[in-house]
């Protein structure tokens, strides 16, 4: 039996800092924006599709320019998280992938196709749309390309000031691109682990893909 995709929503408005969508949106303007190679292992796109555009803003950025970000990912996201879950989950240690912005203008950038490898994923919207940017996740842990996952899947709009959790290790997902060239979607993206899927299970391949570690 196929296992069934949930996830939970918090709305967390009340809990963020005044004007923190004017500011999400200043650091979101700087992304580094080009096209990413593909995942390796972690992706789910076709096989033809070597290079996804978007944007991104590294977790050091983050740190920087949205304190307020990187202190909730440590704190009240951190206890929300463990309230999804249902047991208690730690914040990365690893400063380069705690928290990261992902970033997408117009209508071809979309957040890649691709699995999890961590056992719980936090994402806080920070845009609204009056349409596209959905997060898409396929019912079909084997769907291998975007169509696969939109034959059956469970679709997500962005709200700003939704912070929503969910186990993306057995369901690929991806986003929507948007449906207006002058749209801008941003997520803030929050790697969380547990006690049976630590950190340490991490692919070393994923952090030389992404940081050139040796
Ligand atoms: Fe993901």
Known sequence: MRSQFHWTTFDVNERLPAGWQQDVREVAANADFHEYPRTPTLSREATDVQRIPRGRVHAAHVRARLPWLYQAYRGEFLEMAGEARGERVAAAKDDRYGVVLNVQHGMTMRWECHIDSNPLTGVLFCTDHLGGGELVFAHNPDATDIAAVEQDCSVISPQAGHLIFFDGRRHP????????????RVVAVMNFYTESCPESTRPAELNRHLYGDD
């Open 173 to 184: 997902h991806y986003a929507r691109s948007l449906v207006a060239e002058s749209d801008v």
